[in-house]
Nanobody, 115 residues
Framework: QVQLEESGGGAVQAGGSLKLTCSASASVSSLSTMGWYRQAPGKQRELVATVTGHTAKNYADSVKGRFTISRTTNWRAIFLQMNNLKPEDTAVYYC?????????WGQGTQVTVSS
């Protein structure tokens, strides 16, 4: 099973930026989907952004125009550039990997945005 390691979370003020990184422990298929989900206190986990291959990207409406997902050429790592952060972006951000019946989650990284 692919293991995922996240980094890059932290605390920023509204309007600031953060970049999250997720690295896979093993080679992954170019057809796999990797992405970011988040869970705020008392809320369900929700999709933030995903990428399949290098170019098929999907974003939650709430982050479009502010967040950008990208992937390394060997498909093993993804990044989430988060700009113009808002207090409502505060959550634990989880990396996810999916390929057919295989799925893995990272342990999560906290993002806190203060007003």
């Amino acid at each position: 099973q692919v293991q995922l390691e996240e980094s890059g979370g932290g605390a920023v003020q509204a309007g600031g930026s953060l970049k999250l990184t997720c690295s896979a422990s093993a080679s992954v298929s170019s057809l796999s989907t990797m992405g970011w989900y988040r869970q705020a206190p008392g809320k369900q986990r929700e999709l933030v952004a995903t990428v399949t291959g290098h170019t098929a990207k999907n974003y939650a409406d709430s982050v479009k125009g502010r967040f950008t997902i990208s992937r390394t050429t060997n498909w093993r790592a993804i990044f989430l550039q988060m700009n113009n952060l808002k207090p409502e972006d505060t959550a634990v951000y989880y990396c996810n990997y999916k390929r057919l019946t295989d799925e893995s989650w990272g342990q999560g990284t906290q993002v806190t945005v203060s007003s």
